[in-house]
């Protein structure tokens, strides 16, 4: 029973979250202000990878083959997940809709998991509302922001392991991973959440 508890708003949250990503199955990338540019972000994330560059740092092919130090300055944790499913043999275009995805279905499960601490139907809420907010959908359907969208994978679940340190050195350890998953998701969300982490 208790299980039958948990499964059921596990799976109205990936319902959902087929719903609200829906149009990532159209074929093709959509029309958006940075797809373009996470499409050749992710390109030369590969082929860095493949020239030996661990961690990945400078696109030799930009600027018009003098070389460009993107990733110095950039994200890079959206295009490691990427390159996951490039290695898989998937093109470039679905490596990236499969990122936008997989971190939106993330996120409903960590807001899941962290707002279930008041109920299985608050945390069931809470990850819909978290889903369907519209700045989630500006993020993934009009700017294509790649590193913001998957930063939001991540802040339920470091304020879940913030509240649950005093339980386990364990949740400390995967705290410190988790923020460390975020600033390498998007440096300027992690500023923009300081505030709010140190006064949870």
Do not use: C
């Not at 990503?21 to 390109?43: C, M, N, V, W």
């Not at 300055?73 to 499969?98: H, M």
């Not at 470091?158 to 440096?187: P, V």
């Amino acid at each position: 029973m208790k299980k039958i508890k948990v499964v059921a708003p596990l799976l109205t949250i990936v319902i959902v979250s087929f719903w609200g990503s829906k149009a990532l199955l159209h074929p093709g990338f959509f029309t958006s202000h940075d797809g373009e540019h996470q499409l050749i972000r992710q390109y030369v994330f590969d082929q860095g990878l493949r020239d030996g560059q661990i961690p990945v740092r400078v696109s030799r092919q930009l600027y018009s083959g003098y070389g460009y130090p993107l990733f110095i300055f950039t994200y890079r944790l959206p295009f490691y997940l990427g390159e996951l499913f490039r290695l898989s043999g998937l093109a470039f275009v679905d490596a990236v809709k499969l990122t936008f995805f997989l971190t939106y279905l993330l996120s409903g499960l960590t807001m899941f998991w962290f707002a279930r601490r008041w109920g299985n139907l608050a945390g069931t809420v809470a990850s819909v509302l978290y889903l369907y907010a519209p700045y989630r959908f500006s993020l993934m359907f009009v700017r294509a922001a790649l590193g913001e969208h998957v930063a939001l994978a991540f802040i339920p679940l470091l304020l879940g392991l913030i509240d649950r340190t005093h339980t386990s050195n364990k949740n400390i350890i995967i705290g410190s991973l988790t923020l460390a998953a975020i600033t390498l998701s998007h440096i300027m969300v992690i500023q923009i959440l300081l505030l709010t982490l140190l006064l949870w």
